[in-house]
């Protein structure tokens, strides 16, 4: 089985500090908090950036100075979000590939989302999908509900993105897919051979999930923009606390733990500079 590769999803774009008062939100907090996942076993990391204010935001330059930032402690992989926030329109969502990061996410459809729609039209996949192949940024394909998996399939079918595919099925979310163990089983079973994919549950939904994946040979992600607990109502202390418990998880169960270098060439990274 190839090692495995543990994401930490610092920040995200919903969670506030009153909720988790270890919330990652300014660049040198987010730096900080990637550093330690990146001691504690994380290869990669997924970034949501804030504006002063702690609101959401995919302004390039906010982007910008938290990828330097992170890059000066160590060599994990940084993952933008072209997420971002429900509200934020298609083209502030896509600033951050203009800085060719690694790798960033990719939505592949519309869902609700909560109380609210994350909207990704066939037009706005394609237009991202396309400026992540100019800029060299590998997809992170991002699954709220099984089609999909159909549409990123698509993108490959149209010649849009190459093959082999990397999935993030993200389950749980209010409104999209639930987190049982047979939900992931049907999107594993869904997605092309020479694929790729990691898992995030959502909440309670977390630590499970993540469990089947390490022994199923898929890949993990975990922190607070999936998860502020450590357990039933008791916080965690850091996004690292909930990245040391994957990488002893997959010690108990015999599965190392990718490096970043290991991450770069599992899932087929351009040279990393
Ligand atoms: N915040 C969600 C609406 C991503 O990062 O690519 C979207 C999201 C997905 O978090
Ligand atoms: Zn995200």
Same mark, same amino acid.
């Given at each position: ?61 906010v982007y910008k100075e938290i990828k330097e930032k992170i890059e000066e402690k160590c060599n994990i992989i940084v993952q933008p979000s072209t997420g971002g926030a429900t509200w934020h329109s298609p083209e502030e969502r896509l600033q951050p590939v ?41 997809? @992170? ?8 998996? @159909? &549409? ?74 999936? &998860? ?46």
């Amino acid at each position: 089985m190839k090692k495995l590769i543990i994401t930490a999803a610092l920040t995200g774009a919903e969670v506030t500090k009153d909720q988790q008062p270890a919330l990652p939100v300014s660049p040198e907090e987010i730096a900080e908090a990637a550093y330690e996942c990146y001691i504690a076993g994380a290869s990669i990391v997924h970034i949501h950036a804030r504006d002063n204010d702690g609101n959401p935001t995919q302004d390039y330059d906010v982007y910008k100075e938290i990828k330097e930032k992170i890059e000066e402690k160590c060599n994990i992989i940084v993952q933008p979000s072209t997420g971002g926030a429900t509200w934020h329109s298609p083209e502030e969502r896509l600033q951050p590939v203009d800085l060719k990061p690694e790798m960033a996410t990719l939505s592949c459809g519309t869902c609700n989302f909560g109380a609210d729609v994350f909207m990704n039209s066939e037009e706005y996949i394609e237009m991202f999908a396309r400026k992540m192949a100019e800029n060299g940024v590998k997809p @992170e394909i991002e699954v709220f509900e099984r089609g999909m998996i @159909e &549409n990123a399939k698509k993108l490959v079918k149209k010649g849009i993105l190459d093959g082999p595919l990397h999935f993030d099925f993200v389950l749980g979310v209010p409104g999209a897919c639930p987190g049982n163990p047979e939900d992931l089983m049907y999107m594993v079973n869904s997605i092309p051979d020479d694929s790729t994919w990691t898992v995030a549950g959502i909440g309670r939904h977390e630590t499970p999930l993540a469990t089947m994946a390490i022994i199923l040979g898929g890949h993990v992600r975990v922190g607070f923009e999936d &998860n502020v607990y450590y357990d039933k109502g008791v916080l965690a202390e850091s996004n690292a606390q909930l990245v040391k418990r994957i990488t002893r998880l997959a010690r108990e169960l015999g599965r190392d733990v990718a490096t970043p270098d290991d991450a770069r060439v599992i899932l087929g990274l351009r040279p990393h500079a």
